[in-house]
């Protein structure tokens, strides 16, 4: 059975950087276009940013764009999520999810439900703090 676990989530400052890793186990994640999401506490779900399948697109949210960058490792199958110049609005539990595409809407990637991806992330938690 098809199993995502993401890692490298913790506590940076304000401007700081973390990169999150998102493995698959029991599947091959070039297969399926990788989504990051985020929810922090009393707030939905919101997308991040997606990579489609073999790399044809890369696609992020209003909130990452230009200081996120979403990539592949297919020899580890394993995505990756680099945040830099993160902000006090960046906290949250972030999660992959592994579909069949990136829900876009004039270039921003969208969270649309969770049943439109077939494989979810357990989640790594981001904080920004001074």
């Known amino acids: 059975q098809g199993q995502l676990v993401e890692s490298g989530g913790g506590l940076v400052q304000p401007g700081g950087s973390l990169r999150l890793s998102c493995a698959a186990s029991g599947f091959t994640l070039d297969y399926y276009a990788i989504g990051w999401f985020r929810q922090a506490p009393g707030k939905e779900r919101e997308g991040v940013s997606c990579i489609s399948r073999k790399e044809a697109g890369t696609y992020y949210a209003g909130s990452g764009k230009g200081r996120f960058t979403i990539s592949r490792d297919n020899a580890k199958n394993t995505v990756y999520l680099q945040m830099n110049s993160l902000k006090p609005e960046d906290p949250a539990d972030y999660y992959c999810?592994?579909?069949?595409?990136?829900?876009?809407?004039?270039?921003?990637?969208?969270?649309?439900?969770?049943?439109?991806?077939?494989?979810w992330g357990q989640g790594t938690q981001v904080t920004v703090s001074s």
């Open positions: 999810a592994a579909g069949t595409g990136c829900h876009v809407i004039d270039t921003i990637f969208l969270f649309t439900t969770t049943s439109d991806y077939a494989y």
